[in-house]
């Protein structure tokens, strides 16, 4: 079984939003998304080819602050808040240069 795969019936999947991408996550600022109260999922995945922080709002990198506040993300790496019962806002920071992260949110 592959750990990509989603198994289950149809309706408990949810209505899929469709894929987006973040644009310009870079060091130079900080990338926010809001997720709403309400979903049953938002995956989102580093698909660059630069490792990119996430944390709140104010997410920081090793270069950008003296001290990292951020979680570190690979390229390909993937996270997912499920059931998300109260709205909160994410924030992506790369370390250097410029990446992207897609997103995609099911209800």
């Avoid at 698909?47 to 997410?59: E, L, M």
């Avoid at 270069?63 to 806002?89: H, M």
Wanted: hydrophobic share 35%.
């Amino acid at each position: 079984m592959s750990s990509n795969t989603i198994y289950g019936p149809m309706d408990n999947i949810g209505k899929l939003r469709g894929v987006n991408i973040l644009t310009s996550v870079a060091s130079s600022g900080v990338t926010t998304y809001t997720l709403s109260a309400g979903k049953k999922g938002v995956m989102f995945q580093n698909s660059g080819t630069k490792p990119v922080f996430f944390g709140d709002a104010s997410v920081a990198t090793a270069t950008s602050a003296s001290t990292t506040t951020g979680i570190e993300l690979f390229p390909k790496d993937v996270i997912t808040f499920r059931n998300v019962t109260q709205d909160f806002v994410i924030g992506f920071r790369t370390a250097s240069g410029t990446t992207q992260v897609s997103v995609l949110e099911y209800d």
